[in-house]
């Protein structure tokens, strides 16, 4: 009984995710590539930290295995961020946006995999906020 209720919940689950409709985010501000430049040269810092999700029964998952993204903090990014989680300092979405934005948005970021911990960092980080 106890694994046909998981699996019960799980298919429901999948069922109430799969009908979430992608988030349409459209910044009213255009992207400007020399606003996010600085995340192209080679600096001294260090960005690093760890990323997990406590579940509602109280659980941690982390993001092993799963990419993180450095993105500098230029108003287009704010805005982004504030329409895909409701805020531009934390949040979580089961659904992200439905496309990246502009073009070149993913060409001004970082990307790295978080470990089987949950940590992740980013190495050569030009001075900037991000």
């Known amino acids: ?22 988030k349409v985010v459209k910044p009213t501000v255009p992207f400007d590539t020399a606003a996010a430049s600085y995340i192209n040269k080679r600096g ?5 930290g760890q990323a997990f999700l406590r579940q509602l029964g109280g659980s941690v ?8 993204t450095l993105i500098p903090a230029t108003e287009y990014a704010r805005q982004r961020m504030v329409g895909i989680y409701g805020s531009d300092q934390k949040g979580f979405s089961v659904v992200g946006p439905s496309d990246w934005g502009h073009p070149d948005y993913l060409k001004y970021s970082r990307e790295t995999i978080c470990d089987a911990q949950g940590n992740f960092s980013f190495d050569g980080v030009s001075d900037g906020n991000y």
């Open 61 to 68: 998952v982390t993001c092993a295995g799963s990419s993180v």
């Open 44 to 48: 001294t810092a260090t960005i690093s």
């Open 1 to 22: 009984m106890r694994i046909s209720g998981y699996l019960a919940l799980s298919l429901m689950l999948i069922f109430l995710v799969s009908c979430v409709q992608p």
